[in-house]
């Protein structure tokens, strides 16, 4: 291999003589761009542009790491990027994603100049990418600043009271304030398992110090199914007349984004526990106060509460579990609970997006300046091109990030 490298001179060798003979005439019409490393500007484009794949391949790492956050933070809590997502402004959202698909277009097209010659144009559109890119920025610090303002950030700064007058996600319509259809038990199970197993079993057994049983209950058996959904809606507080546990039931067992046809689904659910339980006679330990579960196997723990928004009979210092203590923002009464989740990672991808518009900028400043001086033509445009890639990469993120934080609810 080496040898073969070395057999196959580049350039023809040259003797003693010819080194201290004045330059053939083809090295002085080497054009100023052309680097002494390179036999000619082609071959100097393409390791540039190769150069500027690996960096973008890099950039595609760098982000595809936060997108893996994203992934897993949303499938193990989705409700929390339902909630989360009610904050961000869609209307922001949408005309900055217009606004940088026609930045692509007009630095696409200042290759396209850059290409031809065209300088006047080239100036022109480079110009207008600059400005596209600008109001970009502009927009995304009027999204920031609103959310600073009403302390919709990252960390335990989420759960500071944002005094009054600051937005909140807008509110939802009560469950039963549309018809509702008949449930469907097969959706409700899988609703079921996914936010009620948690403290009220997979059977509905009910768990020991988390939620009572419902195959036995009669408060169950006797309501109709739309009581049973506003009271699912709602609730039960502790000081509930109706509670007999101490302990309170979560509006809609803490999972905001149960919609009223779900609730009906649960509902239908709970009816099959419930003839499962009338048919089958119950074990001999089981009182009628409160059923242990029949499995041998100890209950799992119970995981973090997910999305909670408690009610104000809920006071986060004295319902505080010990173990936590009341500075714990899963027990906060305000904002619902692991919230700030998702702002941590709308910050770290937008802003770290954002700073990749901020550079893209200095880069189309310094291509706007050369081409004012008539750097760029149809023999050498590597800059603009090489800009234009990059910036083209900078959009495809956003492309990307629009939807899966803007749209998801
Ligand atoms: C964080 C734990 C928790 C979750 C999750 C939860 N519940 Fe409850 N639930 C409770 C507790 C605790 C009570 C009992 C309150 C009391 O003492 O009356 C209760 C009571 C109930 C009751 C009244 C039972 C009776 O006999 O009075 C119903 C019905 C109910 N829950 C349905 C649901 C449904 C449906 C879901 C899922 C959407 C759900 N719960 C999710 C904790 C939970």
Known sequence: ????????????????????????????????????HFDNPRQQFEAARLGMWMFLATEVLLFGGLFCAYAVFRSNHAELFAYGSRFL????????????????VTMATAVWCAQRGRRRELVLFLALTFMFAADFLGIKYIEYSHKFHDNVVWGLTFYEDPGPGAAGPP????????????????????????????????????????????????????????????FVEKGRAKSDPLNTTGMVMLPKGGNPSLKGQDLMDIVA?????????????????????????????AAPPAGPPGLARLDDDFNPIRDAPAETGPQDPRYDAVRPANAHVFFGIYFAMTGLHGLHVIAGMVVI????????????????????????????????????????????H
């Open 1 to 36: 291999m080496t040898q073969a490298i070395a057999m196959t001179p580049v350039t023809p060798a040259r003797t003693t003589t010819e080194v201290s003979a004045p330059p053939p005439a083809g090295r002085s019409r080497r054009p100023a761009h052309l680097a002494h």
């Open 89 to 104: 402004d869609t209307t922001w959202g949408t005309i900055n994603t217009v606004v940088l698909i026609l930045s692509s």
């Open 171 to 230: 509110a939802q319509e009560p469950a039963t304030a549309v018809a509702l259809e008949p449930g469907d038990a097969g959706a409700g199970r899988t609703l079921y398992l996914r936010t009620c197993m948690s403290c009220h079993g997979a059977s509905g057994e009910g768990l020991p110090g988390l939620g009572m049983p419902l195959r036995s209950s009669s408060f169950v058996a006797d309501m109709d199914d739309a009581g049973l959904v506003r």
């Open 269 to 297: 659910f709970l009816r099959v526990l419930q003839e499962q339980s009338a048919s089958e006679t119950p074990p001999a330990h089981a009182t009628a106060e409160f059923v242990i579960p029949t499995s041998t196997i």
């Open 365 to 408: 400043a310094w291509l706007l300046v050369r081409s004012m001086k008539g750097h760029f033509g149809p023999g050498y445009f590597t800059p603009v091109d090489l800009g234009a890639l990059y910036w083209h990469i900078v959009d495809l993120v956003w492309i990307f990030l629009f939807p899966l934080l803007y749209l998801i």
